[in-house]
């Protein structure tokens, strides 16, 4: 450290003694002429006077920049008061609008909406403080000017639009707007999603089906979440069916995926029996069994009123065979035998399904039976038995 210094003390006195050098032996001359004005000196002093005057224009504009800071500091209407007025309204309009403060938090985002260079989020929280002190028209407002003058943030207003129209129960007009919304922003997970919702609860299945390409694009739900909202939205068109050739409308168009899911032929199976065509849901019932035996299609032939309930039975009976265990398929086979007016086969069934696995329902199927068959006392027990077991099950619930 001592050697570099020395050696930069040496380097300065070398430079001083050969600029010194320099101005003994070339001292230059410089004349400025102006008009009757006249301005002779060597060339060192000449510099030496600019020099003198630059540091003198430096040293006045820091003094300048001092005033002016100065003056920032008192003036109300300077830059940084106000950024910090600003900064103000939005800690203070925030804090209240997170406890619930809606009034104060509707004042301080309003002002932070007025004058912050981003004035977004702030006109949504302000429009969403409104809407609590059922202010509509004000949250109204405020989203109208907030379309005038933030154009490029049409989606986000329209989004938070939609949602006060939800909050009001005004599920029409947040489903129009969003669908308005939805041909140019297709590809919005926040706006499908939000869109997905309101049709659900407008109940409103063909603009769901419509809707369940964008649902698969934007990736926010996984392909069996899809896969369901899509079956739930056929089946509710099936259910909303007001006759055989409106249900049939619907019925036939669908893919065969969706043919052959259990839960959608069951929806159009029973829209069928609702419509006064139990004959036709008999046979759709009994060819999707014979391809594949499912126990949800197979308690539903079982309720169905049978022209031949001993011959629905003995084929119900080749089903079994398949789930020989299953103890809903079993009670499945002892209803149809009870439209048989096989009491003892009834029974076995029955009983059987219930050493599988015991249900409320099956103890009150089989108590119904044996009252029926004439020994009341063991039915009794069994419906004892089942509500005990409904009170414990509807008890586990609750905790």
């Not at 539903?300 to 809903?328: C, F, N, S």
């Not at 599988?356 to 009794?380: F, I, S």
Request: hydrophobic residues 45%; contains cysteine.
């Amino acid at each position: 450290m001592k050697k570099r210094t020395f050696l930069l003390l040496l380097i300065a006195i070398l430079l001083a003694a050969g600029l010194g050098m320099l101005v003994v032996e070339h001292q230059g001359y410089v004349l400025i002429t102006w008009k009757n004005i006249r301005f002779e000196s060597t060339l060192w002093v000449f510099l030496a006077c600019i020099a003198v005057l630059l540091a003198g224009l430096y040293l006045l504009r820091m003094l300048a920049c001092a005033v002016l800071a100065s003056l920032g500091w008192v003036n109300p209407w300077s830059a940084r008061n106000r950024k910090k007025r600003l900064d103000e309204a939005v800690n203070q309009g925030m804090l209240e609008f997170s406890r619930g403060n809606w009034q104060p938090a509707l004042r301080q985002l309003s002002h932070a909406a007025k004058t912050s260079p981003q004035p977004l989020p702030y006109i949504l929280a302000a429009a969403r403080a409104a809407e609590k002190l059922q202010q509509r028209d004000t949250a109204d407002q405020l989203l109208e000017e907030a379309r005038t003058r933030l154009p490029e943030s049409d989606l986000a207003i329209i989004l938070c639009q939609a949602e006060l129209y939800q909050q009001r129960g005004q599920q029409e007009q947040a489903q129009q707007l969003l669908q308005n919304a939805q041909r140019h922003n297709s590809e919005n997970p926040e706006l499908i999603e939000r869109l997905y919702h309101v049709l659900l609860d407008n109940r409103d299945w063909g603009g769901l089906i419509g809707l369940v390409p964008d649902l698969y694009k934007i990736k926010s739900l996984s392909e069996g979440e899809v896969k369901a909202i899509e079956q739930r939205a056929w089946q509710g068109r099936l259910q909303a069916a007001g006759d055989l050739q409106q249900l049939n409308k619907v019925w036939n168009p669908m893919s065969s995926s969706l043919h052959r899911n259990a839960s959608t032929v069951l929806a159009y199976c029973s829209q069928l029996i609702t419509l006064g065509h139990a004959g036709e849901a008999e046979g759709l019932l009994r060819q999707q069994l014979e391809q594949n035996v499912d126990v949800a299609l197979l308690q539903a032939y079982a309720q169905i009123p049978h022209a031949d309930p001993e011959r629905a039975l003995q084929t119900a009976e080749g089903w079994l065979r398949q789930v020989p265990d299953d103890a809903m398929a079993l009670f499945a086979l002892g209803r149809l035998a009870v439209q048989a007016r096989q009491w003892g086969r009834a029974r076995d069934y029955y009983q059987s399904s219930l050493e599988r696995r015991p249900t409320p329902q099956v103890y009150a199927e089989l108590a119904r039976l044996l009252n029926q068959m004439g020994d009341y006392k063991t039915g009794n027990e069994l419906l004892a038995t089942g509500i005990r077991l409904l009170e414990r099950q509807n008890g586990d619930r609750i905790d």
